[in-house]
């Protein structure tokens, strides 16, 4: 590896980069200069061209136009081996692991240490188990498959096979999206120790906190061109927003109008839920017009929980009633019948048909009432879900694209919608905002404060604390699937919700 | 700093044993065993035992080899009827042209490879479903198969091999029997475990064989660090077709004569035994030794069957179930892995 850019050296520039897709232009010149160990985070709406440009840079799209010039030396980066030869690494938005392959195997994959064509297992393990350590996270084993990995531990997987091509130049698409609050301590940890080794790192979030946290400079990118680049990464929030939406927008929580919650009438009542080995003993109530949100570590057993009341997991025993009736365990279309809504966390495996336009994913949910009410009804919920999608600023604004083929943050937005613009009686919301920007998070919001106030309860789970308590009435506290706490969330600070999430102490704020 | 998989670390054998694809076809290998044990005298002579081996050879090296090309997924249609074409190539060159056996044998090899590339270079080229492609390669190699012998022949067959230059020779490396005490066992099945045995070992220890796991498991991730997508599902195509002409061979030199008709519907029972092996439809997933087992039960279950004297009608009865039995064990088995997770 050479080593001839010192710490502070110009590593990478890229100028007037171009690449079209059909009917898209998504790069319309963007510029981007990194330096060595620097964090250089990428800025934008969801749709802005953050990922697109970064696979120009990973090789994996050929740009249409535009100058990359590494380590001072103008280069071509015709296929992914190229980037990688040059030294850049990418961890791709969407994850990009092999399921069926072991930990070591995906990491190494493409680049096995090998001895005439056979692989040194006993090597690739033990260097494998080495990052793992490195990571923070020893107790993975290596030879398991990826496939049965959490999210989160599929991430670092991720990360280790970026560490594992000892790169001048790590890319992270949105890397935090699956992480809990620890293991983005974890994560910023190790970009600490590699950027001090003057590797450089170029940082897509839309976490503005980390933003602050963990970077040097910002690159703004609008529609994809670059509007602002080589900011100061404390620039002020409203500043950066304006220039990523050209408009003035409200990024505090809206206000909570008078309290609509109808106490007298629980929708929603679980009592004493239990499935082995995920969570126990869980009971909590929603009452209409109510937002409780659940907190808690990733792994504590959240998802499970909403899973399991909507069906798509069958409780070992307790119950779920709405609205006065009892919902048959482990049977989803019961629960859909019911008035149960889930828009689920791995909107790739669980929730989208790629393949399938806007529209059609949108309307999914409303199969069952189309096929009863005739076609007039189809079309209701399409104006209906136009509507929403431009309220969320869906782009392109075509209810017809395929959905592959929408940046990660507006398949998000798909997913929610899908849910919005049906009539539930019990909303369940699996990290709604997970790769939203900014801008659209707001909207999304006041969206659920909307559908509150008309009477939805709503279960809402997010692994950003101030979330939670910013947009909830009542906060459940979850910890290795038990609940600790219920409070009202004007009770609760972050602080003491963060303190109950990690180490399980019961005070009370 | 919390522990992710605490609840995975502390696996034991047990549970990794029952995730692996294998797990499926290994039960019912052996209900198929104890359960004809029982009902058929002749099953477990040395002279059954042979039987039934020797009709699980053939089938399990065409079956290890298509399990490769599914885990790197991939179909072949085509697989067949390849057996009959590399037989009729090897055949019409030694009897008709007078060849020697070896060089008949070793263009037939030729041959082979060229449909297997062709087969691969269509697929990663045009982007379109294996499963049409070699639909179409099947087809044609059908036609070839009779058109030309019937050219050269005037009939649907070639015969004579016997008295063609180094048939002995080749006879002894493809077709000849070996002792077991003082039974005669077919040389393919020592042809067949080495095959099992060394797709095994390349899939589990060597770069190609996590190729063939990326490739299958998912083409754009595999692409995007670095691995030949391309070349890897090309020569899957070509080591398939190799293992047809491999079956040809055997064959031929054993049979001495061949039908221009051979082979045809012998594509699906390769599939259907990686399926009993543990290979998914969708790729990325299965086992070459799942794969060999699968065709040992096919093998145990045919002749079986014949010992204990009852309509072979029943086969195919008895394959579905083994077959359904099969997936849903290892399904089954998978879910309460997956079930671990988070
Ligand atoms: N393969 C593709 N085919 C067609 N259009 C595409 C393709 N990939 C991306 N686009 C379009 O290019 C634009 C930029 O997408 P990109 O994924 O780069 O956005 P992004 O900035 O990463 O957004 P997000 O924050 O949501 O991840 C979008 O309009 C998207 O729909
Ligand atoms: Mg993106």
Same mark, same amino acid.
């Given at each position: 590896?050479?080593?001839?850019?010192?710490?502070?050296?110009?590593?990478?520039?890229?100028?007037?980069?171009?690449?079209?897709?059909?009917?898209?232009?998504?790069?319309?010149?963007?510029?981007?200069?990194?330096?060595?160990?620097?964090?250089?985070?990428?800025?934008?709406?969801?749709?802005?061209?953050?990922?697109?440009?970064?696979?120009?840079?990973a090789g994996a799209?050929?740009?249409?136009?535009?100058?990359?010039?590494?380590?001072?030396?103008?280069?071509?980066?015709?296929s992914p081996v190229?980037a990688l030869?040059?030294?850049?690494a990418t961890?791709y938005?969407?994850?990009d692991l092999v399921?069926?392959l072991?930990?070591?195997e995906n990491i190494f994959l493409g680049h096995e #240490?090998?001895?005439?064509?056979?692989?040194?297992?006993?090597?690739?393990?033990?260097?494998?188990?080495?990052?793992?350590?490195?990571?923070?996270? #020893?107790?993975? #084993?290596?030879?398991?498959?990826?496939?049965?990995?959490?999210?989160?531990?599929?991430?670092?997987?991720s990360?280790?096979r970026a560490?594992a091509h000892?790169?001048?130049?790590?890319?992270?698409?949105?890397?935090?999206?699956?992480?809990?609050?620890?293991?983005?301590?974890?994560?910023?940890?190790?970009?600490?120790?590699?950027?001090?080794?003057?590797?450089?790192?170029?940082?897509?979030?839309?976490?503005?906190?980390?933003?602050?946290?963990?970077?040097?400079?910002?690159?703004?990118?609008?529609?994809?061109?670059?509007?602002?680049?080589?900011?100061?990464?404390?620039?002020?929030?409203?500043?950066?927003?304006?220039?990523?939406?050209?408009?003035?927008?409200?990024?505090?929580?809206?206000?909570?109008?008078?309290?609509?919650?109808?106490?007298?009438?629980?929708?929603?009542?679980?009592?004493?839920?239990?499935?082995?080995?995920?969570?126990?003993?869980?009971?909590?109530?929603?009452?209409?017009?109510?937002?409780?949100?659940?907190?808690?570590?990733?792994?504590?057993?959240?998802?499970?929980?909403?899973?399991?009341?909507?069906?798509?997991?069958?409780?070992?025993?307790?119950?779920?009633?709405?609205?006065?009736?009892?919902?048959?365990?482990?049977?989803?279309?019961?629960?859909?019948?019911?008035?149960?809504?889930?828009?689920?966390?791995?909107?790739?495996?669980?929730?989208?048909?790629?393949?399938?336009?806007?529209?059609?994913?949108?309307?999914?949910?409303?199969?069952?009432?189309?096929?009863?009410?005739?076609?007039?009804?189809?079309?209701?919920?399409?104006?209906?879900?136009?509507?929403?999608?431009?309220?969320?600023?869906?782009?392109?604004?075509?209810?017809?694209?395929?959905?592959?083929?929408?940046?990660?943050?507006?398949?998000?937005? !798909?997913?929610?919608?899908?849910?919005?613009?049906?009539?539930?009686?019990?909303?369940?919301?699996?990290? #709604?905002?997970?790769?939203?920007?900014?801008?659209?998070?707001?909207?999304?919001?006041?969206?659920?404060?909307?559908?509150?106030?008309?009477?939805?309860?709503?279960?809402?789970?997010?692994?950003?604390?101030?979330?939670?308590?910013?947009?909830?009435?009542?906060?459940?506290?979850?910890?290795?699937?038990?609940?600790?706490?219920?409070?009202? !969330?004007?009770?609760?600070?972050?602080? !003491?919700?963060?303190?109950?999430?990690?180490?399980?102490?019961?005070?009370?704020? | 700093?919390?522990?992710?998989?605490?609840?995975?670390?502390?696996?034991?054998?047990?549970?990794?044993?029952?995730?692996?694809?294998?797990?499926?076809?290994?039960?019912?290998?052996?209900?198929?065993?104890?359960?004809?044990?029982?009902?058929?005298?002749?099953?477990?002579?040395?002279?059954?035992?042979?039987?039934?081996?020797?009709?699980?050879?053939?089938?399990?090296?065409?079956?290890?080899?298509?399990?490769?090309?599914?885990?790197?997924?991939?179909?072949?249609?085509?697989?067949?009827?390849?057996?009959?074409? /590399?037989?009729?190539? /090897?055949?019409?060159?030694?009897?008709?042209?007078?060849?020697?056996?070896?060089?008949?044998?070793?263009?037939?090899?030729?041959?082979?490879?060229?449909?297997?590339?062709?087969?691969?270079?269509?697929?990663?080229?045009?982007?379109?479903?294996?499963?049409?492609?070699?639909?179409?390669?099947?087809?044609?190699?059908?036609?070839?198969?009779?058109?030309?012998?019937?050219?050269?022949?005037?009939?649907?067959?070639?015969?004579?091999?016997?008295?063609?230059?180094?048939?002995?020779?080749?006879?002894?490396?493809?077709?000849? /029997?070996?002792?077991?005490?003082?039974?005669?066992?077919?040389?393919?099945?020592?042809?067949?475990?080495?095959?099992?045995?060394?797709?095994?070992?390349?899939?589990?220890?060597?770069?190609?064989?996590n190729w063939?796991?990326a490739?299958?498991?998912s083409?754009p991730s595999a692409r995007a660090v670095g691995v030949p997508v391309?070349?890897?599902?090309?020569?899957?195509?070509?080591?398939?077709?190799?293992?047809?002409?491999?079956?040809?061979?055997?064959?031929?030199?054993?049979?001495?004569?061949?039908?221009?008709?051979?082979?045809?519907?012998?594509?699906?029972?390769?599939?259907?035994?990686?399926?009993?092996?543990?290979?998914?439809?969708?790729?990325?997933?299965?086992?070459?030794?799942?794969?060999?087992?699968?065709?040992?039960?096919?093998?145990?279950?045919?002749?079986?069957?014949?010992?204990?004297?009852?309509?072979?009608?029943?086969?195919?009865?008895?394959?579905?179930?083994?077959?359904?039995?099969?997936?849903?064990?290892?399904?089954?088995?998978?879910?309460?892995?997956?079930?671990?997770?988070?």
């Open positions: 590896m050479s080593t001839e850019t010192e710490p502070g050296d110009v590593l990478l520039t890229m100028s007037g980069i171009v690449k079209t897709f059909p009917g898209v232009r998504a790069l319309d010149g963007v510029d981007l200069e990194v330096r060595a160990g620097e964090v250089h985070c990428l800025l934008g709406q969801n749709g802005a061209g953050k990922s697109t440009l970064i696979k120009v840079l799209h050929q740009p249409d136009g535009g100058e990359i010039v590494w380590q001072g030396k103008p280069t071509t980066l015709g190229a030869r040059i030294g850049v961890m938005q969407e994850l399921d069926g072991s930990v070591a #240490p090998n001895a005439f064509g056979f692989t040194r297992r006993g090597h690739m393990r033990a260097e494998a188990r080495k990052l793992m350590r490195r990571l923070g996270h #020893p107790e993975i #084993p290596v030879g398991r498959e990826v496939g049965l990995l959490s999210a989160a531990g599929q991430q670092l997987v990360m280790a560490l000892d790169a001048r130049l790590i890319v992270m698409d949105e890397p935090t999206a699956a992480l809990a609050a620890d293991e983005v301590d974890n994560l910023f940890r190790v970009v600490a120790d590699l950027t001090a080794e003057g590797v450089a790192i170029v940082y897509i979030s839309h976490r503005l906190e980390e933003i602050r946290r963990i970077g040097n400079r910002v690159t703004v990118i609008k529609d994809g061109r670059t509007v602002a680049s080589n900011l100061d990464s404390h620039t002020p929030t409203a500043e950066l927003v304006n220039l990523m939406s050209g408009r003035n927008v409200e990024t505090v929580f809206p206000h909570r109008e008078a309290n609509t919650t109808d106490s007298s009438h629980e929708v929603l009542v679980v009592e004493g839920l239990t499935r082995a080995s995920e969570f126990a003993d869980v009971s909590f109530t929603v009452n209409a017009g109510e937002i409780v949100g659940i907190a808690g570590l990733v792994g504590a057993g959240r998802s499970e929980v909403l899973e399991t009341v909507y069906g798509a997991r069958k409780a070992d025993s307790g119950t779920v009633v709405v609205d006065g009736k009892r919902l048959r365990p482990g049977n989803v279309p019961a629960a859909v019948a019911a008035g149960v809504g889930l828009a689920p966390e791995e909107r790739k495996s669980q929730a989208l048909l790629l393949d399938q336009s806007v529209a059609n994913n949108v309307v999914l949910a409303s199969l069952p009432e189309y096929s009863r009410a005739g076609f007039s009804d189809i079309r209701r919920e399409l104006r209906d879900a136009r509507a929403t999608l431009e309220r969320l600023d869906l782009r392109p604004a075509d209810p017809r694209r395929e959905v592959r083929t929408l940046s990660g943050g507006n398949q998000q937005k !798909a997913v929610v919608a899908r849910w919005l613009v049906r009539d539930c009686k019990v909303l369940l919301l699996d990290e #709604p905002t997970r790769g939203v920007d900014v801008g659209a998070r707001a909207e999304l919001y006041r969206l659920i404060h909307e559908l509150a106030a008309s009477g939805v309860a709503v279960l809402l789970v997010s692994s950003e604390v101030p979330e939670v308590l910013g947009l909830s009435d009542r906060v459940l506290v979850m910890r290795e699937g038990r609940l600790l706490t219920e409070a009202p !969330a004007s009770e609760l600070t972050e602080a !003491a919700v963060l303190d109950m999430v990690m180490e399980g102490s019961e005070v009370m704020a | 700093m919390t522990t992710l998989d605490e609840r995975v670390a502390q696996n034991g054998l047990v549970s990794r044993l029952i995730v692996r694809p294998e797990i499926g076809a290994l039960i019912g290998a052996l209900a198929v065993f104890v359960f004809f044990s029982i009902v058929a005298d002749k099953f477990l002579t040395a002279a059954g035992v042979a039987t039934w081996l020797d009709d699980s050879a053939t089938l399990g090296i065409m079956a290890v080899a298509v399990a490769l090309l599914m885990i790197g997924g991939e179909f072949d249609l085509s697989a067949g009827v390849m057996t009959a074409s /590399t037989a009729l190539v /090897t055949a019409i060159l030694a009897v008709e042209v007078g060849l020697n056996v070896w060089l008949a044998l070793l263009l037939s090899l030729v041959f082979a490879l060229g449909v297997g590339a062709l087969n691969g270079w269509i697929v990663v080229r045009t982007g379109l479903p294996s499963f049409i492609v070699t639909l179409g390669t099947f087809l044609a190699l059908q036609g070839l198969n009779l058109g030309i012998t019937r050219l050269v022949t005037n009939s649907v067959q070639v015969s004579g091999m016997r008295s063609t230059d180094g048939y002995e020779s080749a006879g002894f490396v493809f077709a000849s /029997t070996f002792q077991v005490g003082d039974t005669p066992f077919q040389i393919s099945i020592v042809w067949w475990l080495g095959f099992a045995a060394l797709a095994a070992w390349v899939l589990v220890r060597t770069k190609f064989g063939t796991f490739v299958g498991g083409a391309r070349r890897t599902k090309i020569l899957l195509f070509m080591t398939t077709a190799a293992a047809g002409w491999l079956v040809g061979s055997i064959n031929i030199l054993r049979f001495t004569t061949v039908q221009a008709n051979q082979g045809i519907g012998l594509e699906f029972q390769f599939i259907i035994a990686a399926v009993i092996g543990g290979c998914l439809l969708t790729g990325g997933f299965g086992s070459a030794i799942g794969a060999a087992i699968g065709a040992l039960i096919f093998g145990m279950a045919r002749q079986g069957i014949v010992f204990a004297n009852w309509n072979s009608d029943w086969f195919m009865l008895f394959l579905g179930i083994m077959l359904l039995g099969a997936v849903l064990v290892n399904n089954t088995f998978r879910r309460r892995a997956e079930r671990v997770r988070r």
